[in-house]
């Protein structure tokens, strides 16, 4: 009972409100501009995130062509396979993961990597197995500033173009309906006067 009287106490209150007109829904026409308003803004912040992305991709591969080098030794390299069943409906899911590392020496430092590159996909290389026996001498890259973070190939994997294409393809579409916002909205503050 104290459920329905809290819902009539409720729907009392909005009837009030809306009698008193202290809770007036504008009409449509009057913030139609809203609609555009809130496609172009969408469309800018979307494309400022893929510039940021991109932005992203270009400093980690500029900070990583600063890195020294020395030489290493291939430890692992094979691909192996993750079963999992969910307790819920019983299926079986499966996967692979690639497990690859090697070790390298900074100042007389031992140090294991395992990172092969940015953004790199290792377990699906056809290459990669021949390419990098394990035993296998390689070049390690490695940050200064902090030696355990390596990688064997510091060029990015991930282009940054096609963040960049899709961030100003994203505001150039925002573009129309920010112009059309302006247009409804000042339609709107110009009959309102």
């Given amino acids: ?4 009287r809290g819902s009539v106490a409720a729907v009392s209150v909005l009837v009030h409100c809306a009698g ?3 809770c007036a829904v504008p009409s449509s026409k009057e913030h139609a501009y809203l609609i555009p308003t809130g496609i172009a803004l969408v469309c800018v912040l979307l494309g400022a995130a893929s510039f940021t992305v991109a932005g992203h991709f270009v400093s980690v591969a500029e900070d990583r062509h600063s890195w020294s080098s020395t030489p290493g030794v291939v430890l692992t390299n094979y691909v192996s396979t993750w079963q999992q069943r969910d307790t819920k409906t019983g299926s079986l899911s499966s996967g692979t993961y690639r497990v690859f590392a090697y070790t390298y020496e900074v100042d007389g430092d031992p140090y294991e990597g ?3 590159g940015f ?9 990669f197995d021949a390419k990098y026996p394990v035993g296998t001498a390689v070049t390690v890259f490695y ?6 973070d390596a990688a064997l190939f510091v060029d990015a994997v991930i282009s940054p173009t096609p963040f960049y294409a899709l961030g100003l393809g994203l505001i150039v579409l925002g573009l129309p309906f920010g112009y059309l ?3 409804m909205g000042g339609a709107g503050s110009r009959s309102a006067v």
């Fill in 119 to 127: 953004g790199d996909d290792t377990v699906h290389a056809v290459d």
């Fill in 20 to 22: 008193a007109k202290l």
């Fill in 114 to 116: 395992s990172s092969y």
């Fill in 143 to 148: 940050d200064p500033d902090d030696p355990s």
């Fill in 1 to 4: 009972m104290g459920f329905r």
């Fill in 181 to 183: 916002a302006y247009r």
